[in-house]
Nanobody, 123 residues
């Protein structure tokens, strides 16, 4: 069982930056690939970024590539999402997820999700 808690959301002006954190419970954090999804009002949840258990591999959606960076600190059981040059289109609830399979994480089929944190970008 993995319990995930996101933090770091808020209101930011377009062009600004935010960093999200996701703290995970359990002793086997490094065994899980971690990722971020987001859901904007009226839209389906979409993949944002993923990182392998060791942190050696990352994967991004085209919409955030070059602006967002995912990282993790296995000693702290925490995954981060650094978001730069935020745009109005990035406004959404951001969810953290954990999956045993790195390559499968982007399909959003994991059993483990956080409660979400709101990011609002003002134009």
């Amino acid at each position: 069982q993995v319990h995930l808690v996101e933090s770091g959301g808020g209101l930011v002006q377009a062009g600004g930056s935010l960093r999200l954190s996701c703290a995970a419970s359990g002793r086997t954090f490094s065994a899980y690939a971690m990722g971020w999804f987001r859901q904007a009002p009226g839209k389906e949840r979409e993949f944002v970024a993923a990182i392998s258990g060791s942190g050696g591999n990352t994967y991004y959606s085209d919409s955030v590539k070059g602006r967002f960076t995912i990282s993790r600190d296995n000693a702290k059981n925490t995954v981060y999402l650094q978001m730069n040059n935020l745009q109005f289109e990035d406004t959404a609830v951001y969810y953290c997820t954990a999956d045993k399979l790195f390559r499968g994480l982007r399909f959003g089929q994991s059993d483990y999700w956080g409660q979400g944190t709101q990011i609002t970008v003002s134009s």
